[in-house]
């Protein structure tokens, strides 16, 4: 039995690799598209719903019309503008600074810290824009190869990369359900597997690339939020939570695409 698992794992890793290798161009793109979703949705929502937000920050803090009006705005512009700088490479680690700040304006703004299941959520988006920032200094290591530099191991982008995944795993905890149904049971030990596998880096890439295929499964099925008319609030919750879990996916495709990192079990056992 254990020889079977371990030819299953070793052909699981096989078909990730190939998946990598014909994807490694395309792959990057796709990951910070879907990461970023979440904010340009957010965005756009600040446009379309402009009166609603205004409102309520007015209602919930009693800021009066300016403030809450200069929130929608620094809400907008503060997402849309940043992502389309990600997105087309230009001054990345600037613009990620800007959303890190938007995600910290809106847990205080929306009472978020004293929200234990959407505050997860939220340092799970922190946790996908430190891969981000990974990727940046990945690039500004490449531009300079010829300089010499500090152990890999040792380098801030390793920590950031540990850091992301560890951060990623909020958004499956904020997933659970704890019922005592056989069923949740397993599917509950399975994630919790393949989370830990992933935070501890190993088997880093095929972990992820499986929980990237899981979540994208369970987001369609369970956050349908198309089908819901216009009219009722549960249109608004499911979207949310649709666009937040695409970009955990987003997150989990980084890690794929750029490997664990100096600061994880796989690197480590390239020296036993």
């Known amino acids: 039995m254990v020889l079977d698992t371990e030819t299953l794992v070793s ?5 990730a690799d190939q998946v990598l290798r014909r994807s490694k161009f395309v792959l990057p793109h796709i990951a910070r598209v879907f990461l970023l979703s979440t904010f340009i949705e957010d965005g756009f929502r600040m446009w379309f719903q402009w009166n609603e937000q205004a409102d309520y920050m007015d ?32 001054f990345p680690e600037i613009a990620l600074y800007c959303l890190f700040g938007i995600v910290a ?6 009472g978020i810290l004293f929200e234990v299941r959407f505050l997860m959520r939220n340092l799970a988006l922190c946790g996908g ?37 560890i951060l990623l795993i909020l958004m499956f905890i904020s997933l659970f359900h704890f019922d ?6 397993i599917i509950m030990a399975f994630e919790a597997s393949l989370m830990s596998c992933v935070a501890v880096g190993y088997k880093t890439k095929l972990s992820a690339m499986v929980l990237c295929c899981w979540l994208f499964c369970i987001n ?11 009219s009722r609030v549960l249109r608004d919750f499911l ?12 997150g989990l495709l980084m890690v794929v695409a750029l490997g664990p990192g100096g600061v994880s ?5 390239k020296k036993w």
């Open 11 to 15: 052909r699981g890793e096989e078909v």
């Open 59 to 90: 209602s919930m803090w009693g800021c009066g019309a300016f403030l809450s009006n200069m929130f929608v705005i620094i809400n907008l512009f503060g997402q849309l503008i940043p992502c389309g700088f990600i997105i087309a490479r230009k």
């Open 105 to 110: 304006l809106q847990t205080l703004a929306y």
């Open 129 to 165: 824009l430190l891969l981000l920032l990974a990727e940046c200094k990945n690039e500004s290591k490449t531009i300079f190869a010829g300089v010499p530099s500090m152990d890999q191991k040792m380098a801030p982008r390793s920590y950031f990369q540990l850091s992301g995944r």
């Open 180 to 185: 005592m149904s056989i069923v949740r049971i």
């Open 220 to 230: 369609f099925y369970f956050n349908h939020w198309w089908t819901i008319p216009v």
């Open 239 to 250: 979207k949310y939570d649709f666009f937040q879990t695409l970009s955990i996916i987003g």
């Open 265 to 269: 079990m796989d690197e480590q056992k």
